[in-house]
């Protein structure tokens, strides 16, 4: 676990040091679109985020590649290899895609491209562990076409839902944290060494997030860009790839008793098809009704638009952070239930707890104007907007310091009186 964490803490490090002279590139080269009719933001800023995310992977392999014990890796697997050469050219793409701008059928060629080059290098599904019928052993076409299916609607997915600040990087963090845990569970709790790539990729993903969130989060001064956000949604689909297409369930025997147990053991994340839906809910559900919702109206699926989760949280009045942090929620909800259901299925305190926090979801998401109350004791833990004391004297100095700007305004301008129906702001008088 400690060679893990240094992995994290060097990724996360490099990240965030990268990070500002990137912004500083990224401005100097003129990667900073105007603003679109579907952004939220209202000043440029730049993007090519993701090229720090890259620097972080590749300090994060290096690292790794060196150490005693996650260094075993590198020996024994060929997939650390096989995701640096697709992240590279999925990072490419994104580059080009942020300064330039790339037709969407191009973007879809490359991510296949990306994922086709994985699967040249061994990073593919070999077979499927169905329950109630044991593992179910693929051709080298279906396994193919699996393994680029399974990377094209996770890189998609991710990309969708990256439209507030720190939205997608904070999904992906969290889908990290919950897909290490499992992955961790799998190569320590069973021994079984095909585990140790997709934990290793886990835990770097969490360190790339980790590293940009303090300059994506709300205002951002830079955004991942499609470098990024393309590059990890290609991290959590190479993972999930590897832990379930690679580790036979047949080694699963010697804890279980029989491979359908230990097929039902690993049930619901392990299944190919299930598990990138598990960790990413959330975005996968968004980008099956951004389809939806696109080809019924007769546009191409690639349109872009303002009809996403976190565009229909903030119509109903959610602030920025608020729509975030609720999208946090959802997805941590079900990426560590889903974990937690693998781990124990036939706990009913962890279903009777998923439904409880469901609720809770529930009623702060159809509750937005709602503002919670702290004791004053708790206040000086939380942010500055829930203290009840700054939000009396915000509004105190609101009501004190408006008449004052207009009196002022009114004796600059030897001005007596302020027009009837016009109020001061700022130092202009404004009719309404």
Same mark, same amino acid.
């Given at each position: 676990?400690?060679?893990?964490?240094?992995?994290?803490?060097?990724?996360?490090?490099?990240?965030?040091?990268?990070?500002?002279?990137?912004?500083?590139?990224?401005?100097?080269?003129?990667?900073?679109?105007?603003?679109?009719?579907?952004?939220?933001?209202?000043?440029?800023?730049?993007?090519?985020?993701?090229?720090?995310?890259?620097?972080?992977?590749?300090?994060?392999?290096?690292?790794?590649?060196?150490?005693?014990? *996650?260094?075993?890796?590198?020996?024994?697997?060929?997939?650390?290899?096989?995701?640096?050469?697709?992240?590279?050219?999925?990072?490419?793409?994104?580059?080009?895609?942020?300064?330039?701008?790339?037709?969407?059928?191009?973007?879809?060629?490359?991510?296949?491209?990306?994922?086709?080059?994985?699967?040249?290098?061994?990073?593919?599904?070999?077979?499927?562990?169905?329950?109630?019928?044991? &593992?179910?052993?693929?051709?080298?076409?279906?396994?193919?076409?699996?393994?680029?299916?399974?990377?094209?609607?996770?890189?998609?997915?991710?990309?969708?839902?990256?439209?507030?600040?720190?939205?997608?990087?904070?999904?992906?963090?969290?889908?990290?944290?919950?897909?290490?845990?499992?992955?961790?569970?799998?190569?320590?709790?069973?021994?079984?060494?095909?585990?140790?790539?997709?934990?290793?990729?886990?835990? %770097?993903?969490?360190?790339?997030?980790?590293?940009?969130?303090?300059?994506?989060?709300?205002?951002?001064?830079?955004?991942?860009?499609?470098?990024?956000?393309?590059?990890?949604?290609?991290?959590?689909?190479?993972?999930?790839?590897?832990?379930?297409?690679?580790?036979?369930?047949?080694?699963?025997?010697?804890?279980?008793?029989?491979?359908?147990?230990?097929?039902?053991?690993?049930?619901?994340?392990?299944?190919?098809?299930?598990?990138?839906?598990?960790?990413?809910?959330?975005?996968?559900?968004?980008?099956?009704?951004?389809?939806?919702?696109?080809?019924?109206?007769?546009?191409?699926?690639?349109?872009?638009?303002?009809?996403?989760?976190?565009?229909?949280?903030?119509?109903?009045?959610?602030?920025? &952070?608020?729509?975030?942090? %609720?999208?946090?929620?959802?997805?941590?909800?079900?990426?560590?239930?889903?974990?937690?259901?693998?781990?124990?299925?036939? &706990?009913?305190?962890?279903?009777?707890?998923? *439904?409880?926090?469901?609720?809770?979801?529930?009623?702060?998401?159809?509750?937005?104007?709602?503002?919670?109350?702290?004791?004053?004791?708790?206040?000086?833990?939380?942010?500055?907007?829930?203290?009840?004391?700054?939000?009396?004297?915000?509004?105190?100095?609101?009501?004190? *310091?408006?008449?004052?700007?207009?009196?002022?305004?009114?004796?600059?301008?030897?001005?007596?009186?302020?027009?009837?129906?016009?109020?001061?702001?700022?130092?202009?008088?404004?009719?309404?």
């Amino acid at each position: 676990m400690r060679e893990y964490l240094l992995t994290l803490c060097v990724t996360a490090a490099v990240t965030y040091l990268l990070t500002g002279p990137v912004r500083k590139f990224a401005i100097a080269a003129g990667a900073m679109p105007e603003i679109r009719a579907r952004d939220v933001h209202r000043e440029p800023t730049p993007r090519l985020g993701g090229i720090a995310m890259f620097g972080g992977l590749c300090a994060g392999l290096l690292v790794a590649a060196h150490l005693s014990n *996650v260094g075993k890796v590198f020996e024994l697997s060929n997939e650390p290899r096989a995701l640096l050469s697709g992240a590279a050219l999925i990072w490419l793409l994104g580059v080009l895609d942020d300064k330039w701008g790339v037709d969407a059928l191009i973007k879809l060629g490359g991510q296949m491209i990306a994922a086709g080059v994985m699967v040249m290098q061994g990073l593919t599904i070999l077979w499927i562990p169905v329950p109630g019928v044991g &593992s179910v052993a693929l051709t080298s076409m279906q396994g193919t076409l699996l393994t680029v299916a399974l990377v094209v609607i996770t890189i998609n997915a991710v990309n969708f839902v990256d439209g507030l600040d720190g939205l997608a990087s904070g999904m992906v963090c969290i889908a990290a944290a919950a897909f290490f845990m499992y992955a961790y569970r799998m190569w320590f709790g069973y021994g079984l060494e095909a585990a140790a790539p997709a934990t290793l990729f886990a835990v %770097i993903l969490m360190g790339m997030c980790l590293g940009f969130l303090p300059h994506n989060m709300h205002p951002a001064r830079i955004f991942m860009g499609d470098s990024g956000s393309m590059l990890i949604g290609l991290v959590l689909a190479a993972g999930a790839i590897s832990i379930t297409g690679q580790v036979d369930p047949d080694a699963l025997k010697l804890f279980t008793g029989s491979e359908r147990a230990a097929v039902h053991t690993t049930v619901p994340v392990y299944i190919p098809l299930l598990l990138p839906l598990t960790v990413l809910m959330v975005p996968v559900a968004d980008l099956v009704l951004a389809i939806v919702r696109r080809t019924w109206k007769g546009q191409s699926p690639f349109v872009a638009d303002r009809g996403h989760l976190h565009h229909r949280l903030l119509e109903i009045g959610h602030s920025h &952070s608020r729509a975030v942090l %609720i999208m946090y929620f959802w997805s941590a909800l079900i990426a560590f239930g889903a974990v937690a259901y693998s781990v124990n299925s036939a &706990s009913m305190w962890i279903v009777l707890a998923i *439904v409880a926090l469901s609720a809770v979801g529930l009623v702060l998401l159809l509750m937005p104007r709602f503002t919670p109350r702290a004791p004053r004791w708790a206040e000086s833990f939380l942010p500055p907007r829930y203290r009840r004391s700054d939000r009396l004297r915000e509004a105190a100095a609101e009501l004190s *310091v408006v008449p004052e700007l207009a009196r002022g305004t009114a004796e600059h301008e030897g001005r007596t009186r302020v027009p009837v129906g016009a109020t001061a702001i700022g130092g202009r008088s404004r009719d309404w």
